[in-house]
């Protein structure tokens, strides 16, 4: 079960459109869309790569493998902006 | 600009004017939008000044404040085919700047409440639409080099930033020259 730490050099706002974050250290932003935001949120609260895919399939409407697939690049996409890095739980 | 950010007031890359609802619009966007040439464009409305290339902002009880960033008024020599009076400042140009400006009056203001945003694109026609809030607070981290310090007051300065394109309408601007004489009432249209 794969888990994430949102890196202290990280900062968020959540709007009411998505979200956007910034890496204080690599001096990047990056936007986020609705559901993006609700990963990221999700990430706040150390939920697993699992119960995030299993969060959005319950309040999206969307298939577990799309969902799974999704998660998956958006997390890859994170660690590789460092705003996020994997913990070994 | 270190030390106002230490009392919570925060610089970004935009101009900034008071519409006559006495409510400050920013016009923010990349470097060459039409900020300084928009700005004149209202200042020769009456539209007192804040800033054409800076201003700093201010969390209040009321919401956002804009504080104006006095500097002179610059605007391309070029423009004189669209703002007759500037043909009598040619002898100030500076021929060394590039873009061959020249310093133009206005009336400055020193502050006043937040009306809205409107980011600036150079384009081939005048459209006027929202903007969400996600992109614009994108666009305002994008002018706001100061909030990449690392220190203790960059996550006051992203959520004012956050707060303000939540409660204030925001556009985006695509426009030509026929905008140097209808930039007021676009504003007009959507300000209020």
Not at chain 2, 64 to 84: M, N, Q, Y
Request: hydrophobic share 40%; aromatic share 6%.
């Amino acid at each position: 079960m794969t888990r994430y730490r949102i890196v202290p050099d990280a900062l968020s706002a959540s709007l009411s459109d998505g979200a956007v974050l910034l890496n204080l250290y690599t001096k990047r932003y990056f936007s986020l869309n609705d559901t993006g935001s609700r990963i990221w949120s999700l990430l706040e609260h150390q939920a697993s790569e699992e119960e995030i895919v299993e969060t959005l399939v319950r309040e999206y409407d969307v298939e577990k493998p799309e969902a799974a697939r999704a998660v998956n690049q958006l997390l890859d996409d994170l660690v590789a902006e460092r705003l996020i890095e994997p913990t070994s739980v | 600009m270190l030390k106002l950010r230490e009392h919570a007031r925060f610089y970004v890359h935009a101009a900034g004017v008071i519409a006559p609802d006495r409510r400050a619009w920013l016009l923010t966007g990349e470097t060459g939008c039409g900020k300084s040439t928009l700005t004149y464009s209202l200042a020769r409305c009456g539209w007192p000044v804040l800033g054409d290339d800076g201003v700093v902002l201010e969390r209040g009880s009321e919401g956002v404040t804009v504080h104006g960033w006095r500097e002179p008024l610059r605007v391309s020599i070029e423009l004189a085919a669209w703002f007759p009076e500037l043909s009598q400042r040619e002898s100030l140009v500076d021929w060394q700047d590039d873009r061959h400006r020249v310093d133009v009056n206005a009336s400055f203001a020193r502050r006043a409440k937040m009306g809205g945003v409107i980011v600036l694109q150079r384009g081939d026609r005048d459209v006027l639409l929202p903007l969400a809030p996600t992109a614009a607070l994108a666009m305002l981290v994008r002018q706001s080099t100061f909030l990449l310090l690392t220190d203790d007051h960059a996550c006051s300065h992203l959520r004012l930033l956050r707060d303000l394109v939540e409660s204030v309408p925001c556009f985006t601007l695509e426009h030509t020259s026929a905008q140097l004489s209808s930039i007021h009432d676009t504003i007009l249209a959507v300000a209020g």
